[in-house]
């Protein structure tokens, strides 16, 4: 079933005990992922990680783990992420069992209405769906102005349109930088502090960042870079952040690629974007919608897809020689265009 209008809240901070399968889904997997959390705290329950693979091989394992009793007695929640419909068949079979010790929480991302994960999560009276949709600016500078609010920051002008647009207008991303921020500056509610353009460059936000460089010097095909990047920062690079930035990217060349494919100049498309590209990048961001159409930008956004998903399996460890050699292959791609 769908939560109530507005009642959303109160399904994850007072959750009804009878729910046995959550799912959150749709574009903004950072909001999804955070109702996932804010369920946790109001289960009081401890995350315990289930692949989709391992769902899809065995569809009973589902109502099997939900049924079996924590090792330690503390209340356990099943987290399934990335979910989608290969799990479908596993959840009905939790649904259908005579009960259940433990509920489990599917985290997806976009999913169709025709889609039997979705249609059977909205159908039962015993599961919740619910969809995250992507913050729009308007959206994130609200969103980063709130935050930084709560964390004692004044921000100085445009410096919350700043960080919205560097983060993608993603939510986790944006809460990480204004807390970041925060911090930096020695903020707190009981200690105002201001918070300016000087700062943010001194930190680096979201779209300037480590994670972002690799994505961008694979795009724009230079492998000499991205070659001395990788060395350097192959201690301490996160693959799936560094795939979750280029994903940022991606959507954020896809609508402008799109005006160049009508008719408009590359230049005057990124200027038309407005406040989504950063004014440092957008000679960047015009070099990268010139050289990539919009095929060539779906087909890298649908393998990054398939790495972020086989990098999030509970049961792999992360593989960075896998994601080096996409990077790798996406930057020889862009120096054949």
């Not at 109702?35 to 091989?57: I, M, N, T, W, Y």
């Not at 994903?247 to 954020?252: A, G, N, W």
């Not at 160049?260 to 960047?284: I, L, M, N, Q, Y």
């Amino acid at each position: 079933m769908k939560p109530a209008r507005g009642g959303l809240g109160r399904a994850l901070d007072r959750p009804d005990p009878a729910i046995r399968f959550y799912l959150f889904h749709g574009p903004d997997e950072s909001q999804s992922r955070g109702h996932g959390e804010r369920l946790l705290k109001g289960l009081d329950a401890e995350k315990s990680a289930v692949a989709a693979q391992s769902v899809k091989s065995d569809p009973a394992l589902l109502a099997d783990e939900a049924a079996a009793i924590g090792l330690f007695g503390g209340k356990r929640a099943l987290w399934i992420e990335p979910a989608g419909d290969e799990i479908a068949e596993g959840v009905a079979a939790l649904l259908d069992a005579p009960g259940a010790e433990s509920p489990a929480i599917a985290i997806a991302g976009g999913l169709r209405k025709t889609s039997p994960l979705v249609k059977l999560a909205e159908a039962h009276p015993l599961a919740l769906a619910h969809i995250s949709y992507e913050l729009n600016e308007q959206d994130s500078e609200r969103l980063v102005e709130q935050i930084a609010a709560g964390e004692g920051l004044r921000l100085a002008p445009g410096v919350a349109a700043r960080i919205a647009a560097s983060a993608g207008n993603d939510r986790g991303v944006i809460v990480q930088e204004v807390v970041k921020l925060a911090l930096y500056v020695g903020a707190s509610a009981e200690a105002p502090a201001a918070g300016g353009h000087e700062d943010v460059d001194q930190i680096g936000i979201g779209a300037e960042g480590d994670s972002m460089l690799l994505g961008d010097l694979a795009l724009s095909g230079d492998l000499a870079a991205l070659s001395h990047q990788l060395d350097s920062a192959a201690a301490d690079a996160v693959p799936v952040s560094v795939v979750r930035a280029l994903q940022r990217r991606l959507l954020m060349l896809a609508p402008i690629r799109a005006r160049v494919d009508r008719g408009e100049r590359p230049h005057d498309a990124v200027t038309s974007a407005g406040k989504s590209v950063f004014w440092k990048d957008k000679d960047f961001v015009t070099r990268l919608v010139s050289l990539w159409d919009s095929k060539a930008l779906g087909r890298v956004l649908e393998r990054s897809g398939e790495l972020e998903r086989r990098l999030m399996r509970s049961d792999s460890p992360p593989d960075l020689e896998a994601l080096e050699e996409e990077l790798v292959a996406i930057a020889r791609t862009a120096r054949r265009r």
